[in-house]
């Protein structure tokens, strides 16, 4: 059975920093991080190989946020840094077989619960 989980939500200023961690179960794929703000559509933010040869982010993040893994512990990250309000958003991590299409959301078979990410002004 395949589960993804997501941990590290939080409250943070702007500017401060926030880890966010993703558990993959049941599954070795390329993985993805999407997240949606109230009223918007679902937001390719960053995006890493099986073996993390290969990483994508999204240009709106580029410059403070970093997609990593570490395959023994199954786990992906999102390290975020100098956080802004327009960051606020559910986070949602997601596992693709392959990452031809990595921005788009559709290309990923699986999906975690997400976790809210909120940065106060």
């Known amino acids: 059975q395949v589960q993804l989980v997501e941990s590290g939500r939080g409250l943070v200023q702007a500017g401060g920093s926030l880890r966010l961690s993703c558990a993959a179960s049941?599954?070795?794929?390329?993985m993805g991080w999407f997240r949606q703000a109230p009223g918007k559509g679902r937001e390719f933010v960053a995006a890493?190989?099986?073996?993390?040869?290969?990483?994508y982010t999204a240009d709106s993040v580029k410059s403070r946020f970093t997609i990593s893994r570490d395959n023994a512990k199954n786990t992906v990250y999102l390290q975020m840094k100098i956080l802004k309000p327009e960051d606020t958003a559910v986070y949602y991590c997601?596992?693709?077989?392959?990452?031809?299409?990595?921005?788009?959301?559709?290309?990923?078979?699986?999906w975690g619960q997400g976790t809210q990410v909120t940065v106060s002004s």
């Open positions: 997601a596992a693709a077989a392959s990452l031809l299409r990595y921005s788009d959301y559709q290309n990923y078979s699986y």
């Open positions: 890493i190989s099986w073996s993390g040869g290969r990483t």
């Open positions: 049941g599954i070795s794929y390329s």
